[in-house]
């Protein structure tokens, strides 16, 4: 007992000193039981590392549809985007058929939608106008005063010893004055739509009743252009369609005055990008105009579609000099050279243009230039908090790589070429954030990489 005794006070002595010093054994502690974790399952310790690896079968890769591409470095342009319009370029993509004389639609030969040719017919107008009437009266008399005052000076020439001089000059000057009065009338007809047959034929007695609509010459810098990419034989593509009826503005049996809009022709093969920018982007546009630097415009096309790449190239070549009070927004022009193909219908020809007017598009200004660098797809990259990854492939073993994002935009995002990735390696073109969501899962199940 008095052993007992004697203990008490050292027993609570000790209890005092490691209840003082109880975070250091605590953390000794704890410390062993890691490191004997970490002995017990060393990959899952090695998870912990940024490089990650991924083995999957070649089943798995099929069915994550991989695709894996060598990367070599490349320039890329930071650009701005700003939103366009195709439009009609004035003067060369539309034009109006005016009547050229008064009177009733008789005939109508084509309506909106069809495709036509220069000299077409039309529409077919029955004159009603009065002073038409009397210039193709006053044609025919002036051309038969004409005959009869070529007979008398015919006449007179055979007896010019007997007759006085002075009624020889009077004959010869009414030719004269009859000859220009005949040539005014020809030109006021041939301004008002008849042809040359048929100022012949009025001559002649043979008066005209009905004025013939037919379609206009395509305009010199349209027809200029290289063939359109139709889907004809060669024979037909010899004389394509430059036309197509729009909108009829006349309806058979309507009067018309003379120069009343009968209809509305279309031709898209030159055609413009309408873009329109804020103020505080003036700077970079009047650049780029002054560099000689393109733009790259997205059409937003379906890839179903199946037209030819796109070769030209794009330079702004119109800047406004006003700003739109309401919008805030100042417009430029793009021009463009649109492509066709024609489909053959039972009742005709259909011209289907890749580019149509009022289309949106989006234009991209190019603003900066950034060499030596990896251009890579938006779906080949994932992100984790502050961090960026792709993977690299070696067979069936996917391995992730920390990268530093210098530039990104709507399809690509460009990598810096900082020794994280070297030319020729083959790196994952897509479902990265899958990759990498199966890498996290086979780290924390601790299944061996």
């Not at 037909?236 to 005055?257: H, M, N, S």
């Not at 329109?276 to 890839?303: H, K, M, Y």
């Not at 406004?320 to 417009?331: K, S, Y």
């Not at 009022?358 to 938006?378: A, I, M, S, T, Y």
Request: aromatic content about 6%; hydrophobic content about 45%.
């Amino acid at each position: 007992m008095k052993m007992i005794a004697r203990l008490k006070p050292l027993m609570a002595g000790l209890a005092v000193a490691a209840y003082a010093t109880r975070e250091r054994w605590l953390a000794s502690i704890h410390g062993d039981e890691d490191a004997v974790q970490a002995k017990a399952s060393p990959a899952k310790a090695e998870s912990t590392a940024q490089n990650k690896k991924l083995l999957l079968s070649d089943a798995a890769i099929a069915n994550l549809g991989l695709v894996a591409k060598p990367i070599q470095p490349a320039t890329y342009w930071k650009t701005i985007q700003v939103p366009g319009m195709v439009v009609d370029r004035p003067g060369q993509s539309d034009r109006s058929v005016i009547s050229p004389v008064s009177g009733v639609v008789t005939e109508m030969n084509h309506l909106p939608g069809d495709t036509v040719r220069s000299g077409d017919l039309l529409f077919k107008i029955r004159l009603l106008s009065e002073s038409l009437h009397q210039t193709q009266s006053d044609l025919f008399k002036a051309s038969q005063d004409i005959e009869l005052a070529k007979a008398t000076a015919k006449r007179l020439a055979a007896a010019r010893g007997a007759i006085p001089e002075a009624r020889v000059i009077e004959v010869d000057n009414q030719i004269t004055r009859l000859t220009v009065a005949v040539k005014a009338y020809e030109l006021e007809l041939a301004n008002r739509g008849l042809t040359p047959d048929q100022i012949e034929a009025v001559t002649q007695g043979d008066f005209v009743s009905e004025v013939s609509i037919v379609v206009p010459e395509l305009p010199a810098a349209t027809a200029l252009l290289p063939t359109l990419d139709v889907t004809q034989t060669s024979a037909e593509q010899t004389t394509p369609p430059v036309f197509e009826v729009q909108e009829c503005k006349a309806e058979l049996g309507q009067q018309v005055q003379a120069g009343q809009t009968l209809c509305l022709l279309a031709n898209h093969r030159n055609l413009a990008i309408e873009g329109r920018a804020f103020r505080d982007e003036t700077l970079l546009l009047e650049r780029s105009v002054e560099a000689g630097w393109p733009v790259d415009v997205d059409f937003q096309e379906n890839a179903e579609a199946d037209w030819p790449p796109i070769e030209q190239a794009f330079h702004i070549r119109y800047i406004a000099n006003t700003i739109d009070p309401v919008e805030r927004t100042f417009g430029f022009r793009i021009p463009l050279d649109n492509e066709a193909r024609v489909v053959n219908q039972p009742n005709g020809m259909q011209m289907l243009w890749r580019f149509r007017p009022g289309q949106r598009v989006r234009v991209l200004v190019r603003v900066e230039k950034l060499d030596d660098v990896f251009v890579l797809p938006d779906d080949a990259v994932t992100r984790e908090m502050a961090e960026a990854f792709v993977f690299t492939q070696n067979v069936n073993t996917f391995e992730r790589r920390p990268v530093r994002i210098v530039a990104q935009d709507r399809e690509h995002t460009v990598v810096a070429n900082d020794g994280s990735l070297l030319p020729g390696m083959f790196v994952v073109q897509n479902a990265a954030a899958q990759l990498n969501r199966m890498t996290k899962s086979q780290a924390d199940s601790g299944l061996p990489e």
